[in-house]
């Protein structure tokens, strides 16, 4: 079935320090991708996405770009802040009788001054 | 703009007690959903509406049930409320691609 996979963490980085979650989708199909983050006690907020094959979706200075040869969907971004400690997930849309989204299990980001 | 509301945000429940969880939007989206997040268990869901006057199952549905009383509300109740059903409980909508969140409701079963 339709599954998504992410790094384990949790990933720990210094202040400006470049990151890299990898992402990688199981899917008959062609989905849509997404990024989410959690911030602390609060609920998911939808961070970036890309609906076909090479898009690139860029949102507060993360990218990710869609590639259907490596089902991947890697998120980066060039200089974390503190700020961006959260949880980042991963997931994948199929467009059923509703939208239907699998999510990644999260990947823990702490970014330490 | 208020987007995806939940209530409550917290409530402690004794086992074998009942009680509602509210969801409301207003954001005219057709689609809304419940999910549970736990430890190690990422977003599972529970229920879903596709549109008013119509609900289905989700992944995990034992010991709950779901009305959607309108296109804005969707609720979910436990009725015998279950030590397993600690959690953190997310309403969403959608409407095409991508889910608003609201900011959860965290219940614990004692």
């Known amino acids: 079935g339709d599954s998504v996979t992410q790094m384990e963490g949790p990933v720990t980085l210094s202040e400006e320090a470049f990151l890299t979650i990898n992402c990688t989708y199981t899917a008959t199909g062609y989905p849509s991708l997404f990024w989410y983050v959690q911030y602390p006690g609060e609920g998911l907020q939808l961070l970036l996405k890309?609906?076909?094959?090479?898009d690139k979706g860029s949102n507060k200075g993360f990218e990710a770009t869609y590639r259907k040869e490596t089902t991947s969907f890697h998120l980066e971004k060039g200089s974390v802040q503190v700020s961006d400690s959260a949880v980042y997930f991963c997931a994948l849309s199929m467009k059923t009788s509703y939208d239907k989204v699998i999510f990644g299990p999260g990947t823990s980001l702490s970014v330490i001054p | 703009n208020a987007g995806v509301t939940q209530t409550p945000k917290f409530q402690v429940l004794k086992t074998g007690q009942s009680m509602t969880l509210q969801c409301a939007q207003d954001m005219n989206h057709n689609s809304m959903y419940w999910y549970r997040q736990d430890p190690g268990m990422g977003l599972r869901l529970i229920y879903y509406?596709?549109?008013?006057?119509?609900?289905d199952k989700g992944e995990v549905p034992n010991g709950y049930n779901v009305s959607r009383l309108n296109k804005r509300e969707f609720s979910l109740r436990l009725e015998s409320a279950a030590p397993s059903q600690t959690s953190v409980y997310f309403c969403a909508t959608s409407q095409g691609y991508g889910y608003t969140f609201g900011s959860g409701t965290r219940l614990t079963v004692v």
């Open positions: 509406s596709a549109s008013e006057g119509t609900t």
């Open positions: 890309a609906t076909k094959a090479d």
